[in-house]
């Protein structure tokens, strides 16, 4: 089954950017549509992003669409989510994980083999 590794996160001000990488080894990686979570200290996990298995679709929750962008690098194992105008409501753990069941995509019951998580936290 995939491994995955969260990377990237950190503190920045408002309006600054991050790159969030996730690194996958273990499985077959390049045959897995993606997806980004994240859990703030007292709320649920929320999606935040989705990107198919060849990268030729995105999904973004509204709270970040137009400001993070999500894309893979299947040669390196590798996804990725771009978050630029951060906001402190994007204080969060941030998740990787594959889809490994079907079903909507901001449906965190249809990934597994989650990560650790990344923490990002943005500071006003």
């Known amino acids: 089954q995939l491994q995955l590794v969260e990377s990237g996160g950190g503190l920045v001000e408002a309006g600054g950017s991050l790159r969030l990488s996730c690194a996958a080894s273990?499985?077959?990686?390049?045959?897995?549509?993606m997806g980004w979570f994240r859990q703030a200290p007292g709320k649920e996990r929320e999606f935040v992003a989705a990107i198919t298995w060849n990268g030729g679709r995105t999904y973004y929750a509204d709270s970040v669409k137009g400001r993070f962008t999500s894309s893979r690098d299947n040669a390196k194992n590798t996804v990725y989510l771009q978050m630029n105008s951060l906001k402190p409501e994007d204080t969060a753990v941030y998740y990787c994980?594959?889809?490994?069941?079907?079903?909507?995509?901001?449906?965190?019951?249809?990934?597994?083999?989650w990560g650790q998580g990344t923490q990002v936290t943005v500071s006003s």
């Open positions: 994980a594959p889809q490994i069941g079907s079903g909507r995509y901001d449906d965190g019951s249809i990934y597994a083999y």
């Open positions: 273990g499985g077959h990686f390049s045959s897995y549509s």
